[in-house]
Nanobody, 121 residues
Framework: QVQLVESGGGLVQPGGSLRLSCAAS????????MGWYRQAPGKQRELVTT???????NYADSVKGRFTISRDNAKNTTYLQMNSLKPDDTAVYYC???????????????WGQGTQVTVSS
């Protein structure tokens, strides 16, 4: 079993910052990629940012220049540094990971439970 556990969400004022963390644990042979998605009330889940091979990254246009994804491979953890937050960033943020649990087995997609980020004055 693989689990993704997110932390770091909360309430922040516009212009503020938050740092989210996502730690993968369990039976893990390798992690192909990790990323972040979000879902605002009444909207579909959307990509925020993800690693797309090696250290290459992809960002949604709405967060470019404000959000930064990073990772600690030794800890199977990815981080999302969010700066200059706006009310439109309010959403539940989900961690996503493509993980091979055993050698020579397929890659499976896992999701975290989500962490609420609310940007409001």
């Amino acid at each position: 079993q693989v689990q993704l556990v997110e932390s770091g969400g909360g309430l922040v004022q516009p212009g503020g910052s938050l740092r989210l963390s996502c730690a993968a644990s369990g039976t893990i042979f390798s992690i192909n990629t990790m990323g972040w998605y979000r879902q605002a009330p009444g909207k579909q889940r959307e990509l925020v940012t993800t690693f797309i091979g090696g250290d290459n990254t992809n960002y949604a246009d709405s967060v470019k220049g404000r959000f930064t994804i990073s990772r600690d491979n030794a800890k199977n953890t990815t981080y999302l540094q969010m700066n200059s937050l706006k009310p439109d960033d309010t959403a539940v943020y989900y961690c996503n990971a493509h993980i091979v649990p055993y050698r020579n087995r397929p890659t499976y997609i896992y999701w975290g439970q989500g962490t609420q980020v609310t940007v409001s004055s």
